[in-house]
């Protein structure tokens, strides 16, 4: 972590620490496994899949922040465009004693903010027209002390690093199935009379299924860190909690096309693009809204407790 004055959190660096490591070694296996599967029919493929392998995890770490903002869009705003979100990241930082990050804007009713970016130099902290439009100041402020500590934390960077493994094995997914309906159920792996594409397939989706609980456990984890660092930071959790109530409830309402066209950026959003009750919301990358606001009050009671 980065120095600041964002309280250290060393359940997070603990739980950081063990995904990026239990992550590193899924990849391992992953490619080896994958290099093992098709070194005797083709080794080439082999060679080209832990290029490959490597290539995903380099530009997942070096593109994040681009990644992201065209995902959703966003563009990066000046002290003169965006004069109000500008000096309120800038009075955030001052406080927590950490370098000033990028700011971006994205042009969509949904309200939600996210920060990115392989390290404290390249981070960007984007909010949405959405949330500017429904929060007032002390919400937004709590809302960006919460995307800030992100950014001190290095949670971001994690995450995004993390997640190479779940991305490519579920692009071999997908790769696997085509070889499934177009032929490659002809093609056999060491006269085992087991098809290459079922192998690949039963592989990658153990790999996907590995990273996409280990991954979930993280997320979970950070949102509840930085709801504390950031309500520690302000000493406003109730506006924290008001922001989040509010960009629940107004989530809520936004159309079901908008919300699945923005999912992909469910984990690094402070709250997730899932309207009502779902399996979704039983796999989702946030706690429930009712553990965040828990934890709020107990942080308000805390801070309002006269000194012994």
Same mark, same amino acid.
């Given at each position: ?71 959703? #869009?966003? !563009? /990066?705003?000046? &002290?003169?465009? =965006?004069?109000?979100?500008?000096? @309120?990241?800038? +009075?955030?930082?001052?406080? $927590? ?122 997320? #979970?984890? !950070? /949102?509840?860190? &930085?709801?504390? =660092?950031?309500?520690?930071?302000? @000493?406003?959790? +109730?506006?924290?909690?008001? $922001? ?65």
């Amino acid at each position: 972590m980065a120095r600041t004055r964002f309280a250290p959190d060393h359940g997070l660096t603990a739980r950081m620490t063990t995904v990026m490591f239990l992550m590193g070694l899924v990849f391992v296996v992953l490619i080896v496994g994958l290099m093992g599967i098709f070194w005797q029919s083709s080794p080439g493929i082999a060679v080209l899949i832990a290029i490959g392998g490597l290539g995903v995890v380099w530009w997942q770490w070096y593109n994040s922040d681009t990644v992201a903002m065209k995902a959703m #869009r966003a !563009r /990066e705003v000046t &002290a003169q465009e =965006a004069p109000e979100l500008y000096g @309120m990241v800038q +009075r955030l930082c001052t406080l $927590a004693d950490m370098p000033m990050p990028r700011v971006g804007v994205a042009d969509t009713d949904l309200p939600n903010a996210f920060a990115t970016g392989r390290s404290p130099s390249r981070a960007v902290v984007v909010v949405t027209t959405g949330i500017m439009q429904r929060l007032d100041a002390e919400e937004l402020e709590g809302v960006l002390a919460h995307e800030l500590s992100h950014v001190a934390h290095r949670d971001v960077l994690v995450m995004t690093v993390a997640s190479s493994a779940g991305i490519i094995a579920g692009g071999l997914t997908r790769g696997a199935q085509y070889g499934m309906w177009f032929g490659g159920g002809n093609r056999r792996n060491n006269n085992s009379g087991v098809p290459i594409w079922l192998l690949v397939l039963v592989f990658s989706m153990v790999v996907y299924a590995v990273s996409f609980v280990l991954l979930r456990l993280l997320s #979970r984890y !950070r /949102e509840l860190a &930085a709801d504390r =660092a950031g309500a520690q930071l302000t @000493m406003k959790p +109730r506006a924290l909690a008001s $922001a989040l109530q509010k960009i629940a409830g107004e989530i809520n309402r936004i159309p079901q096309q908008d919300l699945r066209a923005a999912q992909h950026m469910n984990a690094f959003f402070i709250a997730p693009a899932i309207g009502g009750v779902s399996m979704a919301t039983l796999t989702s990358t946030h706690p429930s809204l009712e553990q965040r606001l828990a934890q709020l009050a107990r942080i308000e009671a805390e801070l309002g407790r006269p000194n012994a």
